[in-house]
């Protein structure tokens, strides 16, 4: 038995299901999961030595590789001068200055401590400026795990089959309504039907936890043409694509705006942070300067601020960073077409993912269609290989700027070979391998 199963054995324990976030398990994939020591730049290192090129990149943020000298040397300086101060700080104006430079559509921001808080608040925040209750969310698209989001979720939900969550108050779930992901008609529909209840409508605007998902040409212009019909507000979970398909966000990218956004941990390079913002007129309503309650002690934490400037601003002053994820993306997307050309891969810049269905993926039920028993073979020989996928067919495969043109053509090479084993139900490789 390695150290990884070892811990492991003791984790089931006394954590539930051995993991402190379900995608971690590797429950989906049939192995246990890999207890990592330690990274840097594109790779990882478990417990037991091995090493691995890391496509996960801790779900995002670690766009510039793990352990930047940037990043490094501000949470450095930052930690000398205290851990906690639960008052306001210079560093989080700066950050605040910051994403509003950079967002497109946020005046105002206020920094939370993840994904799951800033939907939450943003969601909030929504419903004290329409004074209306109801919210739509996409079936497929993962918005952390409040009550009112858990039902059709993407990411770890979806990969366990979980539609709808336990212990979510029936009161909370009916005033979420589901549409169809790229599919305008059906949100149409719900807002013909409740034409003046909707408070908002959130949506990934790529949708990368049910496995990758690009929005159809006219989808978000259409999404936004709805809201502003019926006075519902916006929002963009900017959480995966913020700061990543460009410096401001999918927003940017796709040229439709929101009127408030939610980020997560690449705002903070790896430090427990989220944020919200978006139209000053309904983030001026939030807590103190308006009704909206929201709070938190730990939120714009210095040494969290410290890592997420350094990174943003590095982000921002280097272009080239996004031009070198594009590289890596097209010949990563590209190469696993050559390579295993009955699949489909779908794909926006430095995220992307592999469906093991011959099908169109353009929603919740099309990516649920994969084989989820051949993902799993895959995963695991890529992994004896030294390749770190999320162990679920429903996440997205992370590029960073440390990866090179090496390393991505290893990943297709192997996919190759994994392909042609697997096609005439040859054993997988070695197990175990140390790269
Ligand atoms: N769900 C996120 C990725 N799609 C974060 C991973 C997690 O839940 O731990």
Same mark, same amino acid.
């Given at each position: 038995m390695g150290k990884s199963e070892e811990l492991f054995a003791r984790a089931l324990e006394r954590i539930p299901g051995g993991v402190n976030s379900p995608v971690r398990a590797f429950g989906s994939v049939g192995l246990t999961p890999r207890f990592i020591q330690r990274a840097d730049r594109q790779r990882i290192y478990d417990v037991d030595g091995r090493s691995y090129v890391d496509y996960v990149g801790s779900w995002g943020p670690m766009i510039l590789g793990h352990n930047h000298p940037a990043v490094l040397e501000a949470v450095e300086r930052a930690v000398k001068d205290g851990l906690s101060f639960g008052a306001a700080t210079q560093q989080e104006v700066e950050m605040a200055e910051l994403i509003c430079s950079m967002a497109p559509s946020v005046e105002m921001v206020r920094m939370v401590n993840s994904g799951t808080e800033a939907v939450m608040s943003a969601i909030r925040a929504a419903r004290g400026y329409t004074g209306r209750d109801q919210v739509i969310k996409f079936a /497929?698209?993962? !918005? /952390? !795990?409040s009550d009112g989001m858990l039902v059709k979720a993407g990411s770890g939900v979806m990969t366990a089959g979980i539609p709808d969550s336990a212990g979510v108050p029936a009161a909370c779930a009916q005033d979420t309504l589901t549409a169809t992901y790229n599919d305008l008609e059906s949100v149409e529909r719900l807002f013909i039907e409740h034409p003046n209840s909707i408070a908002a409508l959130v949506v990934e605007p790529l949708a990368a936890n049910m496995g990758v998902v690009p929005p159809k040409e006219g989808f978000l212009p259409g999404l936004r043409s709805l809201c502003d019909q019926y006075g519902a507000v916006l929002i963009f979970d900017e959480v995966i694509t913020g700061f990543r398909l460009a410096p401001g966000g999918a927003q940017e990218r796709y040229g439709v705006l929101a009127d408030l956004t939610t980020f997560g941990k690449i705002i903070g390079a790896g430090m427990p942070v989220g944020a919200y913002g978006g139209r000053g007129e309904i983030m001026r309503l939030i807590s103190p300067s308006g009704p909206v309650y929201q709070a938190g002690t730990l939120s714009g934490n210095p040494v969290a601020m410290a890592a997420g400037l350094a990174q943003l601003r590095w982000l921002k002053s280097h272009p080239e960073v996004y031009t070198h994820l594009e590289q890596l993306g097209d010949r990563l997307w590209k190469g696993l077409r050559r390579a295993a050309p009955e699949n489909v891969v779908t794909e926006e810049g430095s995220l992307g993912c592999m469906f093991f269905s011959g099908d169109p993926v353009v929603d919740y039920t099309s990516a649920k269609r994969s084989d989820t028993a051949r993902f799993a073979r895959y995963f695991k020989f890529l992994l004896e290989q030294g390749i770190y996928l999320a162990p679920s067919q429903f996440e997205a495969i992370f590029l960073s700027d440390a990866h090179t043109e090496a390393d991505i053509d290893y990943f297709i090479q192997e996919v190759s070979l994994w392909e042609e084993q697997d096609q005439n139900g040859a054993p997988l490789g070695c197990l175990n391998k140390t790269v």
């Open positions: /497929g698209c993962y !918005h /952390g !795990h």
